[in-house]
């Protein structure tokens, strides 16, 4: 195991059907962050949790809506996603904000079908 | 926002061989950090090197090395003695010094071959 655990690994969803994805961490870590890989592109920063408080939304649509309900446990609630949000979503941890001192560690993702 | 570029989609080298991957970025900042990641098919991003903008020596982590050019803005990846689990795609990230969040570039997807 990698130490985060993202679930499902594969999702297919309708255009209105509402989903979660899950990421979970057990090292510790106090910082959590969604990112989104597309096809041929960078990858996105979504969202930032720090001690559970959102740090950041980077301009994500309100299709997707985070929660974290603690530091162990990152959740992405979708509803009524376009085919164009197709992707591999990422979750990562860090013992802190500021990653590079304290390290990443990222799940291994859930790749999203928009149908 | 700080741009990476990563001009090669695709590259691929032979067992045992060396192969450079290029990394551009753009900023305007002095301090800042540059990583490269590996991200294997099993999907987990696993970091393989980075380097710190302030230290003039380039980062070494067993096989894999990097060319930081500061001045030039880059920042190669150099996998000497490549072994078939090497293939993979690799990212080149920045981060800023004072900063959460990693800036990737496009990815180049390595293939090693027997």
């Known amino acids: 195991e990698t130490g985060v655990t993202q679930t499902p690994r594969h999702l297919v969803m309708g255009m209105t059907n509402k989903k979660s994805l899950k990421c979970e961490q057990h090292l510790g870590h106090n910082a959590m962050y969604w990112y989104k890989q597309s096809a041929k592109k960078p990858l996105e920063l979504m969202f930032v949790y720090n001690f559970k408080e959102q740090t950041e939304n980077n301009s994500v649509p309100s299709r997707f809506s985070p929660e974290c309900p603690n530091s162990s446990h990152l959740f992405l609630h979708l509803h009524t996603l376009q085919p164009e949000d197709s992707a591999l979503y990422l979750c990562?941890?860090?013992?802190?904000?500021?990653?590079?001192?304290?390290?990443?560690?990222f799940g291994s993702g859930t790749r999203l079908t928009v149908v | 926002a700080q741009t990476v570029t990563q001009s090669q989609p695709e590259m691929s080298v032979q067992e045992a061989e060396t192969v450079t991957l290029s990394c551009t970025y753009d900023?305007?900042?002095?301090?800042?950090?540059l990583f490269w990641y590996k991200q294997p098919p099993s999907r987990q991003m696993i970091l393989v090197i980075r380097q710190e903008a302030y230290k003039q020596q380039n980062a070494t982590e067993n096989r894999f090395s990097v060319n930081f050019q500061k001045a030039a803005k880059s920042f190669s990846l150099k996998i000497s003695d490549s072994q078939l689990g090497d293939t993979a795609m690799y990212f080149c990230?920045?981060?800023?010094?004072?900063?959460?969040?990693?800036?990737f570039g496009k990815g180049t997807s390595l293939l090693v071959t027997p």
């Open positions: 900023t305007s900042e002095n301090n800042y950090y």
């Open positions: 990562a941890s860090s013992q802190g904000l500021g990653p590079e001192r304290y390290g990443y560690t």
């Open positions: 990230a920045f981060m800023s010094f004072s900063g959460y969040a990693l800036n």
